[in-house]
T-cell receptor, first 114, second 113 residues
Framework: QKEVEQNSGPLSVPEGAIASLNCTYS??????FFWYRQYSGKSPELIMS????GDKEDGRFTAQLNKASQYVSLLIRDSQPSDSATYLC??????????????FGKGTKLSVKP | EAQVTQNPRYLITVTGKKLTVTCSQN?????MSWYRQDPGLGLRQIYY???????DKGDVPEGYKVSRKEKRNFPLILESPSPNQTSLYFC????????????FGDGTRLSIL
């Protein structure tokens, strides 16, 4: 059973701080990793994708991937109250009969305090 | 506009009355999936489909049925709904073999009394 694990939180940070969200996964063969943001009652929206070891930056967001440790993280710099949401880590199955299926973690709830 | 359309958005019904939640996408995606979301439990996959006539169970398939007779449609069927199926449901689609984003519908909130 392929698994994606996240701390459920809530993670509370003050406005302007760096929020760090972590995710581990069990499938060593996975090559594709995604972070989704979900506001309460709304559908998830993709904010970052990463495929290679190292860091990938997009505005205030940085995704980090370490395939050897099976670990992916999301950093949010200069956190804003509008960043308060649940962040879902997703891992794509990249081989076998379930190739293309996206496995989601349970999500980490982030709260940014003004 | 690329979109995944779910209907209905909200439904209150009673135990045992068969219902269908429709899902349609206009992006020619091979892959479609249904999830349910409950507080504290995250997105749990019900069923997914890799292409027409190909469906597979996810983590929580009990009490649900799906079909994929056409590429664009992937209905979720509750033959005999029960109160423990009260939840927020999402349909999603994506291209199976590349890393283009997975698109989600706006969700269907089901209440089974």
């Amino acid at each position: 059973q392929k698994e994606v694990e996240q701390n459920s939180g809530p993670l509370s940070v003050p406005e302007g701080a760096i929020a760090s969200l972590n995710c581990t996964y069990s499938d060593r063969g996975s090559q594709s990793f995604f972070w989704y943001r979900q506001y309460s009652g709304k559908s998830p929206e993709l904010i970052m994708s990463i495929y290679s070891n190292g860091d990938k930056e997009d505005g205030r967001f940085t995704a980090q991937l370490n395939k050897a440790s099976q670990y992916v993280s999301l950093l949010i710099r200069d956190s804003q109250p509008s960043d308060s949401a649940t962040y879902l880590c997703a891992v794509k199955a990249d081989y076998g009969g379930s190739q293309g299926n996206l496995i989601f973690g349970k999500g980490t709830k982030l709260s940014v305090k003004p | 506009e690329a979109q995944v359309t779910q209907n209905p958005r909200y439904l209150i019904t009673v135990t045992g009355k068969k219902l269908t939640v429709t899902c349609s996408q206009n992006m020619n995606h091979e892959y479609m999936s249904w999830y349910r979301q409950d507080p504290g439990l995250g997105l749990r996959q019900i069923y997914y489909s890799m292409n027409v006539e190909v469906t597979d169970k996810g983590d929580v398939p009990e009490g649900y049925k799906v079909s994929r007779k056409e590429k664009r449609n992937f209905p979720l069927i509750l033959e005999s709904p029960s109160p423990n199926q009260t939840s927020l449901y999402f349909c999603a689609s994506r291209y199976r073999f590349n890393n283009q984003p997975q698109h989600f519908g706006d969700g269907t909130r089901l209440s089974i009394l």
